[in-house]
């Protein structure tokens, strides 16, 4: 079992950066894949990025390239998703996952955090 919690969510102005955070705890937290997947009002979840164990492979949605970076703190148990140039239509809950396997661009993690409120206003 891997409990996954999130932070660093928050009001912004377009333009402007955010860092989350996603502390894990419960195992060994390099031995799971890691994703983080948002989803506005109305709309359905979405992936966002996704690392693998050791961090060295990353994967993006076409939406964020170039904006988001993920990384990963094995030492900490914790995955990180800088965002800059935030985008009004950045706006959303942003959730963490993790699984022993993938990494995966679906919705096919065995755990999930609770979400973090991330707004980012024009």
């Known amino acids: 079992q891997v409990q996954l919690v999130e932070s660093g969510g928050g009001l912004v102005q377009a333009g402007g950066s955010l860092r989350l955070s996603c502390a894990a705890s419960?195992?060994?937290?390099?031995?799971?894949?890691a994703g983080w997947f948002r989803q506005a009002p109305g709309k359905e979840r979405e992936f966002v990025a996704a690392i693998s164990r050791s961090g060295a492979s990353t994967y993006y949605a076409d939406s964020v390239k170039g904006r988001f970076t993920i990384s990963r703190d094995n030492g900490k148990n914790t995955v990180y998703l800088q965002m800059n140039s935030l985008k009004p239509e950045d706006t959303a809950i942003y959730y963490c996952?993790?699984?022993?396997?993938?990494?995966?661009?679906?919705?096919?993690?065995?755990?999930w955090g609770q979400g973090t409120q991330v707004t980012v206003s024009s």
């Open positions: 419960g195992r060994t937290f390099s031995n799971y894949a």
């Open positions: 996952a993790a699984d022993p396997e993938g990494p995966y661009s679906r919705s096919k993690y065995s755990y």
